[in-house]
């Protein structure tokens, strides 16, 4: 059976520029500090801008950032026009934290990721984390911070619609997990489109992936919805177009499948190809919630 053709997918990026403060939906203070401690033992190099060969003090929190869906400036000077300034009292982790090591003002960059520490590219070491008051070294230089985004305190749970067990039904999350799964789809890239899709969710590589080969869209308001269910005839357009699947001959006709029905050449494909026979009932369940057994079926014989 013929599968569509899969794209490379390339990085999606949330883009935040100029001052103010953005509020990352997409990302904690524990993704963000352990995103940032993620590099640590990259090598320095300067201009670099690939942790495999070496990245500067910039380009290492140009890169932290965009893990998180946020754009930074290249450059520390153009990354210290960003944001709101902060004071030393006040810092918060993921604040960008600023020094004069050259004498001739903004010259480094890191993140600072609280208890009075920060990571840093540095020209001796890589990526390191050290003290922001160093008596020998970073003290003296520092200079100030900027807040680029607010990030929140906690993971928070999802929202899935009240009164559906998701032990039973499959949501669009796990939909997406699934079906990325049986195309072998490349999900490396976690960072999201969807402000509720967060890169550290579980569905966020397959989500970014299904969407970059147009099977999955977002709603009116650009959101993906995760925690909300997928009705068959829903699911039927989904496999369709994953699958590029054609018309194989005659289809079965269910009695709430009218032709005018929107979903109706989408679900005669489905049967053309022998992947639903319906229900019991003659009736295809075009407003029925998938059900985790039903998604399994059809993948089963969509991948044999």
């Known amino acids: 059976m013929k599968k569509k053709f899969l794209l490379p997918v390339f990085a999606s990026f949330v883009i935040f520029t100029g001052v103010g403060v953005n509020n990352a939906e997409a990302a904690t203070i524990t993704e963000v500090t352990n995103t940032a401690k993620s590099f640590i033992g990259t090598p320095y190099k300067y201009g670099g801008t690939d942790i495999s060969t070496g990245i500067d003090c910039s380009a290492y929190t140009q890169i932290v950032f965009s893990k998180l869906g946020i754009s930074l400036n290249r450059t520390t000077g153009t990354q210290y026009q960003q944001g709101t300034a902060v004071s030393k009292d006040n810092l918060k982790e993921g604040d960008l ?33 050290d003290n922001i008051n160093d008596p020998y070294y970073w003290g003296s230089r520092y200079i100030g911070a900027k807040r680029v985004a607010n990030f929140t305190e906690e993971d928070i749970e999802e929202v899935k619609d009240a009164g559906i067990d998701f032990r039973i039904y499959a949501s669009r999350g796990e939909v997406a997990l699934q079906l990325a799964k049986a195309l072998g789809v490349d999900t490396s890239n976690t960072n999201s489109p969807f402000p509720d899709v967060k890169p550290s969710s579980k569905y966020a590589g397959a989500v970014v992936a299904l969407n970059k080969l147009g099977v999955f869209n977002g709603d009116q308001n650009g959101k993906f919805n995760p925690g909300s269910p997928l009705t068959r005839a829903q699911l039927a357009k989904v496999l369709v177009e994953a699958f590029d699947l054609r018309l194989q001959g005659k289809a079965a006709t269910f009695k709430d499948v009218p032709s005018s029905h929107w979903a109706s050449n989408y679900i005669a494909i489905l049967s053309s190809n022998k992947i639903t026979t319906g229900k019991e009932d003659g009736t295809f369940g075009v407003n029925d919630k998938v059900t985790l057994k039903h998604l399994n079926v059809f993948l089963d014989r969509l991948t044999k």
């Open 97 to 129: 934290v600023f020094f004069n090591t050259t004498g001739a003002g903004v010259s480094h960059v890191g993140v600072y990721i609280g208890s009075g520490k920060f990571i840093s590219s540095t020209t001796s070491a890589g990526v390191v984390e």
